[in-house]
């Protein structure tokens, strides 16, 4: 019998007849000879996966440059399926390991914003998660129903078949690229030297819907980066660099476990409906392992990441992230003519 292992790491050259189908998109035909010994190998290489995903998702997630695009690339140079639905789960329970550094980092300055009365602004935090929720929602309906079940005739649409779509990643990168050099030129000093008495009440309603609104159109869309732009149009809208900073990730709070659900139960689905494919016996408990390993990486790289992220921001470098987005742009858009990806 085929352990779980050996089906997730598909040399190429095994795709022929009678193949199993996985996560990679490649077939397997189990060789005779020396099962345990193949799959300590398989074990150590998908680990080894495992390993860079998590770093590149936990430093990337919390630096507006996309962890998701770049978990993605990652994804494609080493063969795997973006779109698979137990990749798309690992994906966010990296995301989720990354939450957790979020709040380790940023409860301390919460927490002051408790202490000096803090309704003005987890109210905004929550309108804005509401209107993220009407753009995603919408826009996985037109995507689904309209644009690949309707115009380009898939029988079943989900929004993670536009992960495999390089090209729009890579335009995805470009526009935030922009969007944070636009932001950059907008960065209000004067709002930067606010007291925090005073920080609570500078997001506005009118701030928290757009800040929403734009963050909605972040979830389908890999490469366009949540944290880069929703921070930016903080920026521009005349927050201070802390306060933009601490709303976009109090967002991302909200917004992670509903997305954590979705994923889980769109593998469920997936581990019924191909029980005798990617999802045999004693996958789920494989993939959970796998996925809460990677969230104790993707946790440490996050706090590692943040650090960072916050004195580029007290430096007043945020163009830095802007310019590098539309350099991974580029890498993306061409990458596969010269053989890249």
């Known amino acids: 019998m085929v352990t779980f292992l050996e089906k997730q790491r598909?040399?190429?050259?095994?795709?022929?007849?009678?193949?199993?189908?996985?996560?990679?998109?490649?077939?397997?035909?189990?060789?005779?000879?020396?099962?345990?010994t193949r799959t300590a190998k398989i074990a150590f290489m998908y680990f080894s996966q495992l390993v860079i995903l998590a770093i590149i998702q936990g430093a990337a997630e919390l630096l507006p440059v996309s962890s998701?695009?770049?978990?993605?690339?990652?994804?494609?140079?080493?063969?795997?399926?973006?779109?698979?639905p137990e990749m798309t789960l690992l994906l966010v329970m990296l995301h989720?390991?990354?939450?957790?550094?979020?709040?380790?980092?940023?409860?301390?300055?919460?927490?002051?914003?408790?202490?000096?009365?803090?309704?003005?602004?987890?109210?905004?935090?929550?309108?804005?998660?509401?209107?993220?929720?009407?753009?995603?929602?919408?826009?996985?309906v037109l995507i689904e129903k309209i644009l690949l079940e309707r115009m380009l005739g898939y029988s079943h649409g989900e929004?993670?078949?536009?992960?495999?779509?390089?090209?729009?990643?890579?335009v995805a990168l470009g526009t935030v690229g922009i969007l944070i050099l636009v932001a950059a030129r907008h960065q209000s000093s004067e709002a930067s030297f606010a007291s925090l008495r005073e920080m609570r009440f500078l997001v506005k309603n009118s701030s928290a819907i757009l800040i929403g609104l734009v963050q909605g159109f972040c979830l389908p869309f890999r490469g366009f980066s949540r944290s880069g732009a929703t921070i930016s149009t903080a920026l521009m809208r005349g927050l201070s660099r802390d306060l933009a900073e601490d709303f976009s990730f109090a967002l991302a709070?909200?917004?992670?476990?509903?997305?954590?659900?979705?994923?889980?139960l769109r593998f469920l689905h997936a581990q019924t409906a191909?029980?005798?494919?990617?999802?045999?016996?004693?996958?789920?408990?494989?993939w959970l392992f796998l996925g809460v390993a990677?969230?104790?990486?993707?946790?440490?790289?996050?706090?590692?990441?943040?650090?960072?992220?916050?004195?580029?921001?007290?430096?007043?470098?945020?163009?830095?992230?802007?310019?590098?987005?539309?350099?991974?742009?580029?890498?993306?858009?061409?990458?596969?003519?010269?053989?890249?990806?």
């Not at 191909?274 to 494989?286: D, L, S």
């Open 10 to 36: 598909i040399p190429r050259h095994y795709a022929k007849k009678k193949e199993v189908s996985t996560s990679l998109g490649h077939g397997y035909r189990p060789r005779i000879g020396a099962p345990h």
């Open 159 to 170: 929004v993670e078949q536009l992960f495999r779509n390089l090209p729009l990643i890579g």
């Open 253 to 264: 709070l909200l917004l992670t476990p509903p997305a954590v659900g979705l994923e889980l």
């Open 274 to 286: 191909h029980a005798a494919g990617t999802m045999a016996e004693g996958a789920m408990a494989g």
């Open 68 to 84: 998701s695009a770049h978990v993605i690339v990652a994804q494609h140079l080493m063969g795997l399926d973006p779109g698979a």
């Open 294 to 341: 990677g969230m104790v990486l993707s946790f440490g790289a996050g706090v590692f990441a943040l650090i960072g992220l916050s004195k580029v921001l007290d430096r007043g470098h945020w163009q830095w992230f802007g310019y590098y987005c539309l350099i991974a742009s580029g890498f993306v858009l061409l990458g596969p003519a010269f053989g890249l990806l």
């Open 96 to 140: 989720t390991g990354t939450m957790g550094a979020v709040i380790v980092y940023f409860w301390p300055r919460w927490r002051r914003l408790l202490a000096y009365g803090s309704r003005p602004f987890f109210t905004a935090v929550f309108l804005a998660t509401a209107c993220t929720g009407v753009v995603g929602l919408g826009l996985k």
